[in-house]
Each structure stands twice: as C-alpha cells, then as structure tokens.
C-alpha cells in the first residue's frame, strides 16, 4: 500500500512539474482521428443516428497560457437514417470539410484541460442517398452547398515530451442553417465525436 501511495505521489509531481505554460505565440498543431454520430433535424424530430470516421488537424495559436484561437480543416460525414416501416432503411450520406473557429479556454492547474466553443463554416463535398443498399449521387439542387454551425468541445492533454502530447477530446456540432433546397422543410445536421490527436508544438 506504501509504494502505491508513493507511486501515486510520483506520478502527481511529474504531472505538476511536467506542466506547461505557453507563452503568447505558441503554436501547436493536432492532426487526430475520431469516430463520429450524426443526425439530421426537421420541424418535428431528430432522425436515427449514422456512425462514420473523423479526421482533420486542427491548430492552434496561443495568446497567453489560458487562451488560444483554433482553427483547421476537419472531415466529416454528416446525414441521418431513416426508416420506412420495420425493414427499409434511407440513409443520407453528406461529407463535410469544415474549419473551425473557435476560442480555446485552458483551464486546470496544468493547463491540461481545454473547453473549446465557437462557429463552423462547413462545405459540402459529396452527397449520396441509400436506400436499402442501393446507393445514387444526390443532385446539387437537393442541398445548400454551404453550412453554418455551432461547435464546441472539451479536451485533456498528455503531455509526453516537451515539444509533443496526446489529446483526447469530444467535439460537438449543431447546425445553424437550413441544408435543404429541395423542400421547404427546414433540416440541419447535427452531432458529435470522440477524438485521439498529437499535439506537436513548433
């Protein structure tokens, strides 16, 4: 129990002594991967969920030790599921590049913490519908080639070297604008992921 305990304080003091402060200038660069769940939402209700993998990298400059602005390029696959009666299933398959722009607030006493808000320009790059296995390319006047959307997130860091660490985060995505021209009705993506990034600062 005595070299646990001791063990524990260890790990504790290299934690505090392994912290970092960044100085205003900083720039660290995250490229990750991350599986996703997104949903489409009408007037009524969320559609069921599609699962896809997330990918981007993500930079951030540091204006002092608590704050730094985010941005990058993130791909995503947004749409929703839909099922008619018991047994046929529509799918709208829409990938997404995104950049964020986001105020990233570091918080803890290490700094290791991170809460991350701000808005997402996001582009569509491709948009398929399936139904039951069978899949067609959308036309380009079913949907708006450009969304607007609220994202958000919060993250840890661990810090392996000076100069390089691993984050582990959940990013959060709510759409702001209508991606529907084919109808009247009012759509908007919405969703979320779970992230592993290296964090390389330069």
Do not use: C
């Not at 304080?9 to 392994?18: E, Q």
């Not at 839909?82 to 590049?97: I, K, M, P, T, V």
């Not at 570091?106 to 519908?129: C, D, V, Y």
Request: charged share 20%.
């Amino acid at each position: 129990m005595k070299k646990i305990l001791l063990s524990l304080v260890a790990l504790a003091t290299f934690g505090f002594v392994n912290a970092q402060s960044r100085d205003k200038g900083t720039i660290e660069i995250t490229p990750k991967i991350g599986i996703s769940s997104f949903a489409e939402q009408n007037e009524e209700n969320f559609t069921n969920s599609n699962s896809g993998v997330e990918l981007g990298v993500t930079v951030d400059y540091y204006f002092n030790n608590r704050w730094s602005l985010r941005s990058g390029l993130v791909a995503d696959k947004m749409g929703g599921k839909y099922r008619d009666g018991q047994s046929f299933l529509y799918e709208d398959q829409l990938n997404y590049l995104s950049i964020p722009i986001n105020a990233n607030w570091h918080f803890g006493s290490t700094r290791k913490w991170n809460l991350n808000f701000g808005l997402s320009p996001s582009f569509l790059t491709s948009a398929k519908f399936n139904a039951n296995g069978t899949t067609i390319k959308l036309p380009k006047n079913a949907l708006e080639s450009f969304q607007l959307g609220f994202s958000y997130g919060i993250g840890y860091k661990i810090e392996i070297t000076e100069k390089f660490g691993l984050l582990i985060d959940a990013q959060f995505f709510n759409g702001l604008t209508n991606i529907n021209k084919a109808t009247d009705e009012r759509i908007l993506n919405a969703g979320y992921s779970f992230n592993l990034g290296g964090v390389i600062q330069l």
